[in-house]
């Protein structure tokens, strides 16, 4: 990892925890769990979303994977991270030079047009630190954004939703089960493969999803 990278992120962990949702940048491990799908045998050009770059630790790895003519766009919603990766890639002349397109957005994936032109999703939000309703219509918004026979994966901290079961306040632990729902929900109905990752802070299962054609996200109405 990165020095400046590592500090930025910690900092901003401290400052707001719910947005950020980490304690540092991913490892390049789960960066190649997240990535494996994007193999050599994958169908190029590719066109890659990455939602919640931080400070570019997966951002690199995705990039590491694209080959001449592929496109990233990364959304990132806050303006230090996305200056931060953007200043990291344009030292980087070599993906240029090879022909990928990385272009880095300072906007909530929240505020991205829903068309379908992605072929991979690459998800690094902290859903648990979110609410059931965003947790669904972020999954919405990935449904939209996938062509036809695209794939998304995603992450999560093991053992973090436990501990946040342990919180006192009754309103925090009923969110964290109703997120808990909302994501087994719809990993139950869309996630055809999983992958448990020990080398990163902390461990954590990767998911890879497809949406069937024309599928409906479960809903709920217990949401918190
Ligand atoms: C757990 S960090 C992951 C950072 C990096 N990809 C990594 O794995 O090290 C989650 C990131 O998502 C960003 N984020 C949170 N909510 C977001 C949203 N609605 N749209 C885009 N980015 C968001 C946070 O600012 C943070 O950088």
């Given amino acids: 990892m990165n020095l400046i990278s ?17 304690i540092a940048p991913s490892s390049r491990t789960l960066g190649y769990a997240m990535t494996s799908e994007l193999g050599p045998h994958s169908l190029h050009p590719l066109r890659v979303l990455e939602v919640g770059g931080g400070t570019g630790s997966i951002t690199e790895v995705i990039a590491r994977r694209l080959a001449a003519g592929d496109r990233l766009d990364v959304y990132e919603i806050d303006r230090t991270f996305a200056a931060l990766i953007r200043r990291r890639f344009r030292a980087k002349r070599r993906y240029q030079e090879a022909g990928v397109t990385i272009r880095i957005y300072n906007k909530p994936i929240e505020s991205i047009e829903r068309l379908p032109r992605y072929d991979f999703i ?47 306040s009754t309103l925090e632990r009923e969110r964290v089960k109703s997120v808990a729902r909302t994501v087994r929900q719809f990993t139950g109905r869309y996630c055809y493969k999983h992958n448990v990752v020990l080398r990163n802070l902390p461990p954590a299962i990767v998911y890879y999803v497809r949406f069937a054609d024309g599928a409906v996200l479960p809903g709920s109405d217990d949401d918190v």
């Fill in 6 to 22: 590592g500090r930025v992120f910690l900092q901003h962990a401290a400052r707001d925890f719910r947005r950020t949702g980490a």
């Fill in 122 to 168: 690459v998800s690094c939000l902290p859903f648990t630190n979110f609410n059931a309703n965003q947790v669904r219509e972020i999954f919405e918004i990935y449904r939209d954004l996938l062509k036809p026979g695209g794939a998304c994966s995603f992450y999560e901290y093991i053992l973090v939703r436990r501990a946040a079961g342990l919180v006192r």
